[in-house]
Structure formats: C-alpha cells, structure tokens
C-alpha cells in the first residue's frame, strides 16, 4: 500500500521558517517525480515546487528563493524547507508522488500569524 505521510507544519511568526517533510512508503520515490502543493481555505489546491527522480527543481514564482524542495533517497523522503514565511503561505500542505499513478498525502497545516 502506498503511503506519503507529510509532517513538520505548525504555527510560525512572519518571518520564521518551517521545515515539512513527506515520507513514502510502499513505493521507490527515486523513480517518481515529487512534488508539494498547498491550498489556502476558500482556494484551489496549487503547485509550489516540483523535483524531478534526476533532482532538477521548479518552483511557483510566489515562493521562488523562500522555499526549496530536497529529497533524501535513502530514506524515501522529500523536504520543503520555507524561510521567510508570509501570511499568505497559511495553507495546508500537500506531497504527491508522480509516476504512471498520482499519490497524495493527506496533507499538514501550516499556519503563519502573529
């Protein structure tokens, strides 16, 4: 059974950073195309960055030099290090893994007030 379990979100001050990881399970994610999305309340769910199974990243303008996609394929994980975080980055965020079949996780709130 696959499974992208996402963890790390939480409430941050504007301006702080966050760390969100997705750990899969049931699949090899060095051959998957692996990304993160967010959805905002009231919005669409959006991509914001893309990784590629050779590591070649894309990210959404909105996010780009403030958030960057990694992934750890020893340990079948992807990360989403977010610095200087905005209000508007309030969303909960997803990880999907892309192959012939789309994944979802079920997502983790990141919340950014003061």
């Known amino acids: 059974q696959v499974q992208l379990v996402e963890s790390g979100g939480g409430l941050v001050q504007p301006g702080g950073s966050l760390r969100l990881s997705c750990a899969a399970s049931?699949?090899?994610?060095?051959?998957?195309?692996m990304a993160w999305y967010r959805q905002a309340p009231g919005k669409q769910r959006e991509l914001i960055a893309h990784?590629?199974?050779?590591?070649?990243?894309n990210y959404a303008l909105f996010v780009r030099g403030r958030f960057t996609i990694s992934r750890d394929n020893a340990k079948n994980t992807v990360y989403l290090q977010m610095n200087s975080l905005k209000t508007e980055d309030t969303a909960v965020y997803y990880c999907s893994a892309a192959r012939t079949t789309n994944y979802w996780g079920k997502g983790t709130l990141v919340t950014v007030s003061s």
């Open positions: 990784i590629t199974p050779g590591g070649t990243t």
């Open positions: 049931g699949i090899d994610s060095r051959l998957y195309a």
